[in-house]
């Protein structure tokens, strides 16, 4: 039997970027191998005869049903097996072999590829189940577990949309913890085996905020920002916590760090971002010249659109006594 050897997580790419706030976990649509479609069509065209022997195959004492028993020189043709489908190839590996892993893999791919989630479920669960030390599965069955909990998100949030009741307004609140708790548990496993992905800390930490664990989070991002390709995603962030928690002065420092770093230059969005929330804050303490500042810097890189709303604003925070 011809094993399929392509990536593990090319079936989830496409789903990765499906998911809410920056979550990485990934999930292209799934490769559809060609040894996995239907058999040969020369089986669907099968003579009567070559049929009646298949149907004969079963049975033992085969000379006992026929009209006319064949001369002793004479000898029957065997019957052609009856060609399966590849997944029910697989499904049989792994009925008689249950620790094979490759098999899990692709039967996974497959079923992922049909978009039959609980098939593809029951399998990686499975593979999980006798395989427990194999990362490919483990990895697949995560991403899964996370496309079917946003699945049910944005089927609660259409419900909602349509139907704005207190009962569509509940499940979707369901909806978004059991989503956030997911990403929690998944992220947490995932950084558990892999330590050296400090990425994962963000979605990790995001999903928390969601839940309002603030200070779970505000040390998972002071991790995050230590790395410099993390630094101002992880300092948004931070900020964002630090300012729930009432402590302005760290907030603004973490706003400044994710806006105003050069080595490496933050991703425009995250700049804009921090550098109005890092305004706002200063505006609020009272440290105007710090707003005058960080509303000059956001001047130069707005969209020219919003751009007049800001320099009404700077005009106002300079009018100010300092």
Known sequence: MQILKQPVWQPLRRFRRELPNGLFFSFSRPVYNSSMEEPDAKSNNASPSKVGNQLLAKYSDVDGLLLKAPS?????????????????????????????TEAYLELGRIYLDQERWNDAKRVLDAGVQYCNDSEPLLLMREDLTLLLANQM????KLRH?????AENRYELEQAEINMANERIRICSHRFARRPGEKELLIP??????????????????????????LRARASLQLGMCLQFLERPLEALAAFRKASLFRSPPPDPAIRIRALELAA????????????????????KIIDPQLRPQWETKLTDLKSRPL
């Open 72 to 100: 002793a020189d004479v000898q029957p043709s065997k019957p052609a097996a009856i060609p399966l489908k590849r997944f029910q190839e697989l499904e049989q590996t792994i009925k008689h072999a249950p620790a094979n």
């Open 153 to 156: 998100l944005s089927e609660a």
């Open 161 to 165: 949309a349509q139907k704005p009741t």
């Open 204 to 229: 990790w930490a995001i999903a928390l905020r969601q839940l309002a664990r603030h200070e779970e989070a505000v040390d998972l991002l002071q991790k995050a920002a230590e790395e410099p390709s």
């Open 280 to 299: 706002a804050i200063a505006e609020e303490i009272s440290l105007i010249d710090s707003a005058i500042y960080y509303s000059e810097q956001l001047v």
